[in-house]
């Protein structure tokens, strides 16, 4: 007897599976491994210039006291595991400072930007090569508004590392590795479908796919979720969950 592939399964499939899609691109989808995004000191800009050093490839030194600046170019909802910054200080004088931080700004006709510090790190002593871990665990939200006049529509947010470097070649920066995942929305207070209660075990994956574009139901408000799935209707599922396009040659 040919097994019954019910569509409620298949959301739960869906999200599930995104971690195995494909062993040479771990870093594209899923929500089980973490991936690793690196900002090198090259990409920081600020007041001053950088000088490769001399005691290993990718380190830098500031030329004067200066601030430098670089943007975590993660998406929406993203999971931020932790964070690591390389560095060298050989210093007994001159220390080295990098801060997390989140920035605030809108898209209405008075904006009101502002900034929140997440976390801090000063070095002290002079260790040498070494670096710095700040566990984190919190979900990047580029739609929070700074006043409630300004809607989630119209927030405008962003995150950087913000670097602080002494005038000495002995105190330099190689970049900071940020470790994150995906992760499924939290489910809503409400239902969407009509046939999908909150208290449906695949509830917060039916809405994701719902919420996301890649499914509007079967028609008068339901989602059907004990419907056969054809392998027509798995074909629109996919594609729109992965993204997938011909590329314009």
């Known amino acids: 007897m040919r097994a019954r592939i019910a569509a409620r399964l298949a959301a739960v ?3 599930s599976s995104l971690a ?36 290993g490839y990718g380190y830098f030194y500031a030329t004067a006291v200066s601030t430098f600046h ?29 801060s997390f931080l989140k920035w605030f700004d809108d898209t209405t006709a008075a904006p009101t930007p502002g900034a929140v510090l997440i976390h801090e790190f000063t070095s002290t002593g002079s260790p040498g090569l070494t670096s710095y871990e700040q566990a984190e665990g919190f979900t990047i939200d580029l739609r929070q508004p700074l006043q409630p006049s300004v809607t989630r529509a119209a927030a405008a947010d962003f995150y950087t590392f913000y670097v602080v470097m002494p005038a000495n070649q002995q105190v330099q920066f190689k970049g900071i590795r940020v470790i994150w995942h995906r992760q499924v929305s939290l489910a809503p207070a409400t239902a969407t479908f009509n046939d999908v209660p909150t208290s449906d075990p695949a509830f917060q994956y039916i809405e994701a796919l719902a919420a996301s574009g890649i ?4 028609g008068s408000g339901n989602y059907c979720p004990d419907a056969n799935l054809t392998r027509r209707q798995m074909a629109v599922f996919l594609s729109k969950a992965l993204g997938l396009h011909w590329p314009n040659f």
């Open 13 to 15: 499939v869906l999200f």
């Open 70 to 98: 670089a943007g975590l170019p993660l998406p929406q909802g993203a999971y931020i595991d932790s964070w690591r910054a390389f560095y060298y200080d050989n210093s007994a004088s001159d220390d080295f400072t990098v």
């Open 215 to 218: 499914t509007s139901g079967c």
């Open 20 to 55: 195995s899609v494909s062993a040479a691109q771990p870093a594209e989808f899923g929500i089980q491994d973490g991936n690793d995004l690196w900002i090198p000191a090259s990409q920081f800009t600020g007041t001053a210039g950088w000088v490769e050093g001399t005691i």
